[in-house]
């Protein structure tokens, strides 16, 4: 058994503590030690850099706390940004609580939002046209719990967690031959509808199969938990990891990749960036616009598209010698009206002025939509 390390010798290792105890009340022991071990390297550094500060009331934010921050980025080797954040956090926790209990308000503002550094922005992950093909052949062949289960949230671009809390019905039908997968309450809150194909749903009537088959008592979930989600969650990590060994690829790859691989598959067939946030289940464009992985020829595509169409970029007036009479010529009006306040917009700079022909045009188009309703005469 390792030797437990001395207690912390510092006049304000007391005052620390009764802090953590009081923050610590409702958190787990994982939480506390994190907590503990902040107060540790805090007090550390302020007993060696600045050895004459003995109290609270002493305590400032140039030069104590900012040295500190110094001090962290200076380590060798670097402290990796999560943890960075992590002390900074705790230590602001335990610096508002003793701001509040002793009371000293300024403590509070030691340390600052802005101190707090930010993860760096991941790039997409998503599979390689050879890894998606590979993983999706192999799954297919395989055919059984994990390779249907991963085919699933490869094609529905879920979470892996949204995959293992689906319900036993969660396949549901929005019309004649048309399905829709109901994913439950999620990461974000959220729960949503996705459109499927035959396939996938051939793939839950393979899943609910397979549930049949398991000795365990019908609990409502398409998948069969042996203990509990988190153990479910890990064995199909663990699936995952011995077929990607077994094709030889990367056992790094990780099955939120298959999510990415959707959303980049979504938006090359043409899905809208609303949309794709729909399927998702996203609550921000941002968020979406991470998992998206626009490629360079995804770029040239689309620039030759609006190359050789340029006209599918603006409602074009249906042109005549003549207008039409009746309802056809109020819709060919409004086309045409449509066409030059939108031609006039566009050679607008940006400012109020291009916001109020937009909201005009919007307008417009709904008037246009509402026309086109009408019966004929």
């Known amino acids: 058994m390792s030797a437990r390390r001395p207690p912390l010798a510092h006049s304000l290792a007391p005052v620390f503590d009764r802090a953590v105890d009081s923050l610590s009340a ?27 500060v003995g109290s609270l009331d002493q305590l400032r934010r140039d030069p104590h706390i900012l040295g500190w921050m110094s001090c962290l980025r200076a380590q060798t080797p670097p402290l990796a940004t999560a943890s960075c954040i992590n002390l900074l956090i705790h230590l602001r926790s335990i610096l508002q609580e003793l701001a509040w209990t002793q009371p000293l308000p300024e403590l509070a503002h030691l340390i600052r939002r802005q101190d707090v550094p930010r993860l760096p922005k991941r790039l997409p992950r998503s599979l390689t046209a050879q890894q998606d093909q590979l993983l999706d052949q192999e799954f297919l062949r395989r055919n059984d ?21 689906l319900s036993y019905d969660c396949l549901r039908s929005t019309g004649p031959d048309q399905w829709a997968i109901h994913v439950p309450l999620g990461k974000l809150q959220t729960e949503r509808m996705i459109p499927v194909d035959r396939f996938v749903g051939e793939l839950v009537q393979r899943l609910r199969f397979f549930r049949s088959l398991d000795p365990l008592p019908a609990d409502g979930l398409l998948l069969a938990r042996p203990a ?33 691989t959707y959303a980049t598959q979504m938006i090359r067939s ?24 626009v ?8 620039l030759d598209l609006a190359r050789s169409h340029p006209r599918h970029l603006v409602p074009q007036p249906k042109t005549g010698a003549t207008l039409r009479a009746g309802l056809d010529g109020v819709l060919d009006a409004l086309l045409s009206a449509q066409h030059v306040l939108e031609m006039f917009r566009r050679a607008q700079p940006n400012g109020a002025s291009r916001s109020s022909l937009a909201r005009l045009s919007n307008r417009l188009a709904k008037i246009l939509a509402e026309a086109r309703k009408l019966p004929p005469p």
Request: charged share 20%; with cysteine.
């Open 228 to 260: 509990t989600k988190d153990a479910l969650v890990r064995h199909l990590r663990d699936y995952l990891h011995q077929v990607c060994h077994s094709l030889g690829l990367s056992t790094r790859l990780v099955p939120h990749q298959l999510r990415h």
């Open 270 to 293: 043409g899905v809208g960036l609303p949309a794709l946030m729909t399927l998702l289940g996203h609550t921000s464009p941002d968020m979406t616009m991470r998992y998206v992985d």
């Open 145 to 165: 719990l994990g390779g249907n289960a991963f085919l699933l949230i490869r094609h529905t671009g879920m979470r892996i967690g949204e995959c293992v809390d």
């Open 295 to 302: 490629a360079l020829t995804d770029l040239r595509r689309e």
């Open 26 to 52: 409702a958190l787990n022991p994982e939480t506390t030690r994190h907590y503990r071990g902040t107060v540790r390297k805090f007090l550390t550094y302020l007993g060696a850099a600045h050895p004459q």
